[in-house]
């Protein structure tokens, strides 16, 4: 009996959990069963069954482990102080390093939603509108400081979201530009596009 399944329940829990990042990465979540996960592990289909109750609840504690408290580091920088400006780069900033800290469990988050559960798609569209209500609200602040060039600012929003939600897909940690380098680079696209300002905001 391997005591990383059978004797040690969190140790056992948390390394179906890493397999199934994996998995659902290289396979995406409806190309996974939980045969693969378990072939995996070199456990049994049942063995994974005594820790999850099907595929979904895998899938919902990879994301109770790291997409679902972004909303919440979000709304801390949100209510930081600093300028306008100055404040919504580090909350872009804050929001590209925990996709790079988590690329993979993001990734499934954005990218599986069609083949999810009322429940599921329920949890998922919940934590993405509470980002995109943080969004929405520094939008609108940098509006009321005439920095702000339309007058759409949730799809403003939408469309900034879907900036640095792409990048999911076709950043490489190890390509030739460092994430900083990239991330300056959407940063100051995405300003660019909203503001017409340089990253540096008032300059």
């Known amino acids: 009996m391997d005591a990383s399944i059978d004797g040690n329940g969190e140790g056992a829990r948390d390394q179906l959990i890493r397999v199934a990042i994996d998995l659902f990465a290289e396979n995406g979540y409806a190309g996974t069963s939980i045969r693969d996960i378990a072939k995996r592990t070199g456990k049994s289909v049942s ?3 005594h820790y999850f109750q099907n595929k979904e609840d895998l899938w919902l504690a990879i994301i109770g482990k790291t997409v679902n408290e972004l909303p919440e580091k979000l709304r801390k920088v949100a209510l930081s102080e600093g ?11 804050t929001h590209l390093a925990e996709g790079v800290n988590f690329q993979q469990e993001t990734k499934i988050f954005f990218i599986n939603e069609g083949s999810l559960s009322p429940q599921g798609r329920t949890s998922n569209r919940r934590i993405q509108k509470e980002i995109l209500d943080i969004y929405v609200g520094q939008l609108r602040l940098l509006q009321s400081h005439g920095l702000i060039r339309t007058k759409n600012v949730k799809i403003l929003a939408f469309n900034i979201l879907g900036v640095l939600n792409w990048h999911l897909r076709w950043f490489n940690n190890e390509g030739e530009l460092s994430a900083e380098d990239v991330h300056n680079e959407m940063i100051d696209f995405i300003l660019y596009g909203s503001c017409g300002l340089p990253r540096d905001g008032m300059k």
């Open 47 to 49: 063995n994974v069954y």
């Open 83 to 93: 300028e306008p400006v100055e404040r919504f780069v580090r909350l872009m900033k």
